[in-house]
């Protein structure tokens, strides 16, 4: 049973991770709490379900497509809701507060388009049969998230550490004026960030949509709280540190849930930030701002 | 212009004359019911519900014809949100009997309220105990689940099930209390309860809790909780293993058409008891299920045809009450003795529904339901 567990707690871990690596970049490099990010993660969910169900498209087409529209609509929603904000130099509080008004309507305006019921991606798109290996079963779109997971995490990595563009967001993430006078073009690069993160949360709305079955306007909603756990404890703006994070929370919640009590589970979340945030206020592998005059 | 204006009251004059009780002919019913947000499936299918009914009712008016307008305010499932509804209603409105609210949960924060204002309010979808001891002007048209489930338990039972793991949504007074009825239900029919497991009602993972049931062997599991998330369950249960020699036996939230429609045929061979069935052949709900799908293009669940009863059921109290007074109205619906889609119905002197011979246990094929053998 320990070694099931185990296994729930990495795939549970891996959908958090996959959940807020845009969600931490986006944060990271942009200096915003941007609210909207659950939203993408729902719409995601809702083009693949479109795509698979009404245009009959195989997962390996719907999901990148559904990812790429996310993506577009995240630079949409950010040139709409932030620009003003970005030019006026207005306060983290500002975008804090747009988003989430911004959030809420959005949610609301799809609940009443589409509906509040639960659906699902059709059963057939992913074989639904678990692989068993003696007394541990994990299925296809578990091993899918997984590698997903994965890919995303090396890619990003890549893409920040070995790029000049993963130059440019760095110097951005440091300093955005002090980018800008280097000659480096912000706002192209902020609507970049937008892209990828609007696509992550696209790909990861699909890929959780199609684990738990369970696609609804407000599932983006639910896993907000996560994120900001997964991203605090990981240090903001630290995509290896969202996945550790992300992993860690998922096997302990589980391994809560299955050895202590089950009533447990949500509490684990929280009195771990709690616990990270006494201890190292930037998070486990965030290092601290130092202001120098 | 002057001229218009002149005539256009002439007009309303006769008018008024010769149907004196015009002005007046209407009567103000209530109803709170969750419209947006995550649950809002349930008030939806409940204002459906209460929609075909009004329609049919107001063929014929009430009070000797007079119009019942019924005016539906959305609690968004939020307790703060359904208190001000009721206010909204009874002050702005002068509602003078409110149906709903739609969660047990919300239930307890309107009952209060509304009890201390003297205004009937009939709930027809809050089965948790304790909803009509709140005082002497809550009814419920909904049956208790603690008459629901041990009809299911015991065809259970019957199927040989000996010993059962309890798993329930543990932020919501539904499930919750849910959850009590088929641990007493448990006890008193003597199945041994292994494990209790609980979950939010808005988790997608349930993977740890049904691991450590798996390893437990249980003959069945019980599950309470509303239906998007017993479809979750249900569904990686499937996929943890957990076969068809578990029997899976669900409460008052798993009823509903969306347990297929989401679980699909990972659900087949669940057991959930039920106040109404579509399928149940009686001339009155056949109609009901006719009309319904005619006017919404879909089929009627529990919580619509609970809320067809209900209207129906409330407007025969006004019209028996004499006059479109809250008071009168109370005394009305103590009385009454309707038959409808649910069966015979009346009201205990507790104000809960009297009888539960029209339960059926239904058992899920092919991701439908059918009535168990």
């Known amino acids: ?293 | 212009m002057k001229r218009t204006h002149f005539l256009a009251g002439a007009a309303a004059l006769v008018a008024s004359a010769a149907l004196p009780s015009l002005a007046a002919a209407q009567v103000q019913v209530g109803a709170i019911e969750i419209l947006t947000g995550p649950a809002a499936a349930y008030g939806i299918a409940i204002k459906a519900g209460l929609d075909l009914a009004l329609a049919e009712v107001n063929a014929k008016g009430v009070l000797g014809g007079q119009k019942i307008v019924l005016t539906v305010e959305d609690s968004a499932g939020n307790k703060d949100q359904a208190i001000n509804a009721a206010r909204k209603l009874i002050g702005r409105d002068k509602a003078v009997i409110i149906i709903g609210p739609t969660l047990s949960n919300e239930m307890f924060a309107v009952g209060p309220v509304t009890n201390e204002r003297k205004v009937p309010t009939v709930g027809t979808s809050t089965t948790a105990a304790g909803i009509t001891e709140m005082g002497p002007y809550i009814f419920r048209t909904s049956l208790p689940e603690s008459d629901v489930v041990p009809v299911t338990f015991k065809k259970a039972q019957a199927r040989g099930v000996k010993t059962i793991a309890l798993m329930y949504a543990n932020d919501d007074a539904f499930s919750k209390s849910g959850f009590d009825v088929m641990k007493a239900a448990a006890e008193k029919l003597g199945l041994k309860i292994l494990t209790i497991e609980t979950f939010g009602s808005k988790d997608t993972d349930f993977a740890a809790q049904l691991t450590k049931i798996k390893a437990l062997k249980p003959d069945a599991i019980g599950i309470s909780a509303l239906v998007e998330p017993v479809s979750g369950v249900v569904l990686q249960a499937r996929q943890l293993g957990i076969g068809k020699e578990t029997l899976l036996l669900g409460g008052n939230g798993a009823n509903s058409p969306k347990l297929g429609d989401i679980a699909g045929a990972a659900a087949d061979g669940m057991l959930v008891g039920s106040p109404w069935f579509i399928a149940k052949p009686d001339a009155v709900n056949t109609k009901f299920v006719a009309d319904f799908k005619a006017k919404y293009g879909k089929d009627p669940d529990q919580f619509a045809a609970q809320a067809y009863d209900t209207m129906k059921i409330v407007a025969q109290a006004i019209d028996r009450a004499g006059a479109a007074d809250s008071e009168k109205i109370t005394a009305a619906l103590g009385k009454t003795d309707f038959s409808g889609v649910m069966g015979p119905f009346k009201f205990t002197a507790g104000r809960d529904p009297a009888s539960s011979e029209g339960v059926v246990v239904l058992e899920m094929r092919g991701g439908k339901f059918a009535i168990a053998q």
Not at chain 1, 44 to 53: M, P, R, S, V
Not at chain 1, 62 to 88: C, F, N
Not at chain 1, 256 to 266: F, M, N
Request: proline share 3%; charged share 10%; glycine share 12%.
């Open chain 1, 1 to 293: 049973m320990l070694a099931q567990q185990l296994i729930n707690g990495v795939l549970l871990g891996s959908t958090y991770a996959l959940f807020a690596l845009g969600f931490t970049l986006m944060f990271g490099v942009l200096k915003v709490v941007n609210l909207t990010y659950g939203f993408y993660f729902s719409a995601g969910a809702f083009f693949a379900l479109h795509l698979t169900k009404q245009w009959g498209w195989p997962i390996a087409a719907a999901l990148p497509a559904a990812a790429a529209a996310s993506g577009v609509l995240a630079v949409v929603l950010d040139w709409l809701l932030l620009t003003r904000l970005r030019r006026i130099n207005a306060p983290e509080l500002s975008s804090l507060m747009v988003t989430l008004g911004a959030v809420l309507a959005l949610y609301a305006g799809m609940t009443t388009w589409l509906g509040p019921d639960i659906r699902r991606l059709p059963a057939g798109v992913l074989g639904g049969e678990a692989l068993v290996l003696g007394e541990l079963r994990i299925t296809q779109a578990q091993i899918l998230i997984l590698l997903a997971t994965a890919v995303l995490v090396g890619g990003l990595l890549a893409l920040m550490r070995l790029t000049p563009i993963g130059l440019a967001l760095r110097a951005m993430a440091e300093k955005p004026d002090a980018a800008g006078l280097m000659g480096i073009d912000t706002a192209k690069l902020a609507a970049l960030v937008s892209l990828v993160c609007g696509a992550l949360a696209g790909a990861g709305g699909v890929l959780i949509g199609l684990n738990f079955n369970a696609i609804q306007p407000y599932m983006g909603e639910a896993m907000m709280l996560r994120g900001f756990v997964v991203i605090i404890i990981g240090g903001l703006g630290d995509v290896r540190g969202a996945l550790i994070a992300g992993l860690l929370l998922g096997v302990v919640e589980t391994l809560t849930a299955g050895y202590i009590d089950s009533g447990l589970k949500e509490a684990v979340a929280f009195i771990m930030l709690v616990a990270v945030l006494w201890t190292r206020p930037s998070g486990l592998f965030g290092r601290a701002h130092i202001q120098r005059a």
